[in-house]
């Protein structure tokens, strides 16, 4: 890790399956955040979703292969290691207990698991452990709802700098250069009918779906 206070970053996510979107927007992150690594969470079963339809073996394993060999992102399987739920407080704490109290941990979700924030298992406690980044949607700018003003309102900030100045507690909204709309639904669902995936995915992805026969 280049600094001696830890930048570490937690993107959650069903990777069902894992995509170009998620890819890019992981590589940017890193760079925005300028984090020491980002680990990406596949969730064993996401409490607000419906079950993903493959393993989550699988999907980690398709994570992987995405990822590859990029520096700084890492297919993270704590998640899949626990039983029930996957609750973001509990990767948290772990991962807090791994880096130390002074590292500095940020929690990443997107705009509209935000809008939802208020629904989570024990949000409040988030802040205790990491910080929150939310990735903006472009073009959305209307109020946010009392509630979740409430939540995350005062904890706000307005640079990655002013962020890292603490262990976690603050929250920030980030812009990301470019925001893909890929969804995973969408490849799912051209799987399903036989269609292309060519360049939604990376290869490696494409070439692990096709020979396990997933999504079809």
Known sequence: MNSLIPRIGMLGGTFDPVHIGHLRSAVELKEALQLDQLHMIPAQQPPLRDRPQVSAQQRLALLKAGIGDTPGLIADDRELRRDGPSYSVDTLVDLRNEFGDQARLTMVIGYDAFLRLTQWYQPERLFKFAHLVVIKRPGYSEPLPAPLMELVGYRAVDSVEKLMQQ??????????????????????????????????????????????????
Request: with cysteine.
């Open 167 to 216: 262990p976690c507690g603050g929250y920030l909204m980030l812009e990301l250069p470019s925001l893909m709309e890929i969804s995973a639904t969408y490849i799912r669902e051209r799987l399903k009918t036989g269609k292309s995936i060519r360049y939604l995915v990376p290869e490696p992805v494409e070439k692990a779906i096709k020979q396990r026969g997933l999504y079809q």
